[in-house]
């Protein structure tokens, strides 16, 4: 017996402005998407079934507080009664501090504020659009994704026909910012920090050596092994309960040696555990620099005691 056919995807793009909703079009279009911006609600039906045909590709239609008939309250629930489509909305948010930054480097008028400063536009549609977000099937904060980011997030979630819920397992750096993006976030700084070992601190946590390192620390395998069983167990009651995107972040202070070394090895243990996950390192490419990674009650190893000794 063959599967049932899947229906096609319709997918609400909204949200904040100035958090990336060109991006997403754009980036759905090139993977073969119907998309349009700014189309007045009451010619949603017609665009999706437009000349009575039956759809098989995905769209997706980006609304905002521009669009004709844009009602924060009701368009969910219109979303959602359009027939012959799995309906999804997608949230674009984003701090206010990076909205205003963009809006400062792009030299464009907010559009709720076209005579006022970018913060009272921003402030505004955040309320304004506060029932869109609670009613959201998925919140995807761009403050610290660059557009090529954004769209490898959406090459993950929306490029393939998979019924299989996305999974990410991300590094950051607390000195940079926790993730936003997370919705399970596991705190490494207990560890020893190979940034105070002089031959490791050009290293990675993707490197081999730093990863030996960490493992010669006991209260490294005994984490890993609990997060493990954790997650193994977590992650399919997310989905059962409907999630489709879950992400897993392992934090350090400089992000780039025990949270990066923390995420590979997760990765590698949920795919042998039947998983598919996708791995992100946030901040990877930083440079190390001492100021970030020292923090209060700590002796840097480089000053004459060897972590691994304590």
């Known amino acids: 017996m063959s599967a049932a056919r899947r229906l096609p995807r319709l997918l609400l793009v909204t949200g904040m402005s100035g ?9 759905l279009e090139d993977m073969g998407w119907d998309t349009v911006d700014n189309l007045p609600a009451d010619l949603l039906n017609q665009f999706v079934h437009g000349g009575g045909e039956c759809r098989t590709v995905p769209v997706a239609v980006a609304m905002d507080a521009r669009s004709r008939g844009f009602d924060a309250e009701r368009l969910p629930a219109l979303f959602r009664s359009v027939e012959g489509v799995e309906p999804e909305v ?42 869109l977000r609670n009613g959201a099937d998925s919140v995807l904060d761009t403050t610290d994704l660059s557009p090529a980011e954004l769209r490898d997030e959406l090459q993950r979630r929306y490029g393939g026909d998979s019924d299989q819920p996305v999974l990410t397992v991300a590094s950051f750096a607390f000195a940079r910012g926790i993730s936003r993006t997370a919705d399970l976030v596991f705190d490494l700084r207990f560890l020893p920090n190979p940034h105070w070992i002089d031959e ?66 997760m990765a590698e243990r949920l795919r042998r555990a039947g998983f598919a996950p996708n791995v992100r390192h946030r901040d990877l490419a930083s440079p190390p620099r001492d ?11 480089s000053e004459g005691e060897d972590e691994l000794s304590r």
């Open 291 to 301: 100021t970030i990674e020292r923090h209060p009650g700590r002796i840097p190893a």
């Open 90 to 131: 997608l949230y674009l948010d984003c701090s206010g501090t990076e909205l205003m930054r963009r809006y400062d480097e792009t030299r464009r008028r907010h559009p709720l504020a076209p005579d006022r400063p970018a913060e009272d536009g921003i402030a505004r549609e955040r309320q304004l659009t506060m029932p």
């Open 200 to 265: 490791l601190r050009p290293l990675t946590g993707e490197d081999q050596a730093v990863r030996d390192y960490l493992g010669r620390e006991p209260a490294w395998g005994e984490t890993v092994d609990r997060i493990e069983k954790l997650l193994i167990d977590w992650i399919p009651r997310y989905w059962a309960a409907g999630k489709s995107y879950v992400t897993v972040a392992f934090g350090c202070t400089g992000g780039r040696h025990r949270s990066v070394a923390a995420a590979v090895e």
């Open 19 to 27: 958090a990336g909703k060109s991006t997403v079009l754009d980036t």
